[in-house]
T-cell receptor
Framework: DAKTTQPNSMESNEEEPVHLPCNHS???????IHWYRQLPSQGPEYVIH???SNVNNRMASLAIAEDRKSSTLILHRATLRDAAVYYC????????????FGAGTTVTVRA | EPEVTQTPSHQVTQMGQEVILRCVPI?????FYWYRQILGQKVEFLVS????????KSEIFDDQFSVERPDGSNFTLKIRSTKLEDSAMYFC?????????FGPGTRLTVL
């Protein structure tokens, strides 16, 4: 599996944006960039994914560098409920491929 | 909104005993997965299942583990003879295409 690198932790204030970086310099042309998060004592939860273009959904935005070697997950207005571990995962475009979780970035949101 | 459910939420067993962890995937999904997370560690892939057979398994998924879809709705993980090191959270997931949806997990404690 192609490897991703994320900071161990980030802190944010409530109502402020959070930018979570992910480096994936060995990404191949067919790898999708997926983000999942895991709230405390819960199972992982899908956040967003993309291939080349920036993506937006109700939870977050995903900004993908032009060379695709890095990406940034953007939480536009952090809430206390966004405190979680965020995982950046590369995955082939298929419905039958495992997710390979790393350590992720632990996001702390201050009230 | 449809969700993946898992039972029991917590299972305590004696070393050497058999356990069966149960999952009800989202109804129109065709791809099913088991992951585990030992306390304080990352989420690890165990097995994926499609069309009534295992499509991929990890090194963790040895002969002590088996999966089954006994009817049209349940997906089970069986551990034949539990070891202390099997103590972990076990997450079931299902997908129809790119996005995997995870259940809340079963905490397995082996004494």
């Amino acid at each position: 599996d192609a490897k991703t690198t994320q900071p161990n932790s980030m802190e944010s204030n409530e109502e402020e944006p959070v930018h979570l970086p992910c480096n994936h310099s060995t990404i191949s042309g067919t790898d999708y960039i997926h983000w999942y998060r895991q709230l405390p004592s819960q199972g992982p939860e899908y956040v967003i994914h993309g291939l080349t273009s920036n993506v937006n959904n109700r939870m977050a935005s995903l900004a993908i560098a032009e060379d695709r070697k890095s990406s940034t997950l953007i939480l536009h207005r952090a809430t206390l409920r966004d405190a979680a571990v965020y995982y950046c995962i590369l995955r082939l475009s298929s419905n039958d491929y495992k997710l390979s979780f790393g350590a992720g970035t632990t996001v702390t949101v201050r009230a | 909104e449809p969700e993946v459910t898992q039972t029991p939420s917590h299972q305590v067993t004696q070393m050497g005993q058999e356990v069966i962890l149960r999952c009800v995937p989202i109804s129109n999904h065709l791809y099913f997965y088991w992951y585990r997370q030992i306390l304080g560690q990352k989420v690890e892939f165990l097995v994926s299942f499609y069309n009534n057979e295992i499509s991929e398994k990890s090194e963790i998924f040895d002969d002590q583990f088996s999966v089954e879809r006994p009817d049209g709705s349940n997906f089970t993980l069986k551990i034949r003879s539990t070891k202390l090191e099997d103590s972990a959270m076990y997450f079931c997931a299902s997908s129809s295409w790119d996005t995997q949806y995870f259940g809340p997990g079963t905490r397995l404690t082996v004494l």
